[in-house]
């Protein structure tokens, strides 16, 4: 199958943006539908990339829009809110639009540790998402669906290591929750690459790949690296699960929710796979290798220009 044009749902957020870069350095064509023009400006620049602000929640506006794509790549997702309508209802609209159009391949984006039985709404609402989906290709062999289940994803523009880089610059002392908490993080170029790579791909359909790079790390050694590269040296507290939860809840209360409890909860499972990056996609770069040169002091001016865009939501 030839993949000329694709629907990028999500595409305006820190992956969508990579995956959008790797598709139109390929010559694909890409649309990425937004629920606001200005989040998806900086998408513009690229040569095959088209913007439209359509609310993709209407199942007949979605449905209009993919029926003018040969692929369609999901990655809506949240961190906190209405998990239900966005990881469940939503891939079911997309699935079920894509049946209708007459799309046969499907691109679905969860979670390392997704689960209906998992600790935490976010992984059972990932969980149920999944199985939605499945459920819908099931029933329509026609449609070809590919999950990926990324660990934590960085990258210049990640909410992860930029915050922790922000907070270790603010606080001469951290209190961090859940400092044994596990993760195997993942580059997004490497994710993006994965994604892209999987659409025209026969052996991926039907398949579901953890994306994991190549080292697992603590949460606290993760701070310890970031507060390294950025060359501060700050004292880390780790806080017990009762104090961790706590502090979730507080800050959970706070504008902008840096953590809440459900958070917590996911972080009770170790973000890890005893399976490597799947070689079929190349190989996953190590932080080591990657962060220094985005968060590094040769990087200051360019991370700072970064928080501008995040502080006026650009
Ligand atoms: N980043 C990670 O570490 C990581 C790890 C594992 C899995 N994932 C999953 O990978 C996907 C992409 O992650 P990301 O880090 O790129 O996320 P992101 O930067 O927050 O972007 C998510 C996109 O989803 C859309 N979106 C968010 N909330 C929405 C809502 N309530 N209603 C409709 N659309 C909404 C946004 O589109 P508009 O604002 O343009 O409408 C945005 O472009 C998500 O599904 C995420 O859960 C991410």
Redo the contacts with the bound molecule.
């Keep these: 199958m030839i993949v000329n044009k694709v629907l990028l749902i999500?595409?305006?957020?820190?992956?969508?943006t990579s995956v959008a870069e790797q598709l139109s350095a390929k010559g694909i064509f890409v649309t990425v539908?937004?629920?606001?023009l200005n989040?998806?400006n900086h998408l513009l620049l690229l040569p095959t990339v088209d913007v439209v602000e359509v609310d993709?929640?209407q199942a007949s506006e979605l449905e209009a829009l993919v029926g003018h794509h040969d692929a369609v790549i999901n990655?809506?997702?949240?961190?906190r809110?209405?998990f239900e309508?966005?990881h469940v209802a939503f891939p079911k609209i997309v699935a079920e639009a894509c049946v209708k159009a007459g799309v046969s391949r499907l691109i679905h984006?969860?979670?390392?540790n997704a689960d209906i039985n998992g600790p935490s709404e976010y992984l059972r609402s990932r969980g149920r998402g999944e199985a939605v989906v499945w459920t819908v290709a099931k029933a329509n062999q026609s449609l070809n669906v590919t999950m990926f289940r990324?660990?934590?994803?960085f990258g210049e523009r990640?909410?992860?290591l930029n915050l922790f880089a922000r907070l270790i610059k603010v606080f001469p002392l951290m209190l961090l929750g859940t400092p044994n908490a596990q993760f195997q993080p993942v580059w997004v170029e490497d994710v993006a690459r994965a994604i892209v790579t999987s659409i025209d791909l026969p052996e991926t359909r039907n398949q579901t790949y953890g994306l994991v790079g190549p080292k697992v790390y603590t949460l606290r050694e993760l701070l310890e690296f970031v507060a390294a590269v950025i060359g501060r040296h700050r004292l880390i507290v780790g806080l017990g699960p009762a104090l961790s939860l706590l502090q979730a809840s507080v800050f959970g209360m706070l504008p902008g929710k840096v953590i809440t409890p459900d958070n917590v909860r996911s972080m009770s499972l170790p973000s890890t796979s005893d399976q490597p990056f799947p070689a079929l996609f190349g190989r996953a770069a190590a932080l080591e290798n990657v962060v220094p040169a985005y968060l590094g002091s040769a990087a200051g001016g360019r991370a700072r220009y970064q928080q501008f865009r995040d502080a006026a939501g650009r």
């Design positions: 999500g595409g305006s957020g820190f992956i969508g539908p937004t629920r606001r989040r998806a993709v929640f990655l809506n997702g949240i961190l809110g209405d309508r966005v984006m969860s979670a390392l990324p660990s934590v994803v990640d909410k992860f």
